[in-house]
């Protein structure tokens, strides 16, 4: 199981959807660990994924958890900048390999931007991504 703040990460990035908060909620009540007697985790695990106003409290939930139990985590630490770097690369993997579109890969590049300031690693790619739209093939 990933750690939680790699989950923050990755979900920020939008490389994590609300219901994937979801499941991983789901998979840390069956496990022996302090998040899986939080009263939030059981309170994100019972929400219904096919449930709009429930997926629309899934972030938050989880935002709570990682600043109850992580409250010292910043996207900007080292960790976090390694957490959003191998987020980008499976992303951009996935682009190559045809598993998403060009939109699906561009939708990481603005969080990144917004989350580490344009960080060097990042390139060119928020100029390329501009040009990108839902029917860039």
Request: charged share 25%; with cysteine; proline share 7%.
């Amino acid at each position: 199981m990933k750690p939680p703040c790699q989950v923050l990460v990755e979900h920020e990035l939008g490389a994590i959807s609300d219901v994937q908060l979801i499941e991983w909620a789901c998979e840390v009540l069956s496990t022996d660990g302090p998040l899986a007697d939080d009263l939030t985790v059981a309170e994100l695990a019972g929400l219904a994924p096919q449930v709009q106003s429930d997926l629309d409290l899934a972030g938050g939930y989880f935002r709570s958890i990682i600043q109850k139990h992580f409250p010292d985590f910043a996207f900007q630490s080292p960790d976090g900048i390694r957490w959003a770097r191998e987020t980008l690369r499976r992303r951009c993997d996935d682009y190559i390999q045809q598993r998403i579109t060009p939109d699906e890969f561009c939708r990481v590049v603005s969080p990144v931007e917004q989350h580490f300031d344009y960080p060097s690693w990042l390139g060119d790619l928020y100029n390329a991504c501009d040009w990108i739209d839902g029917h860039t093939k």
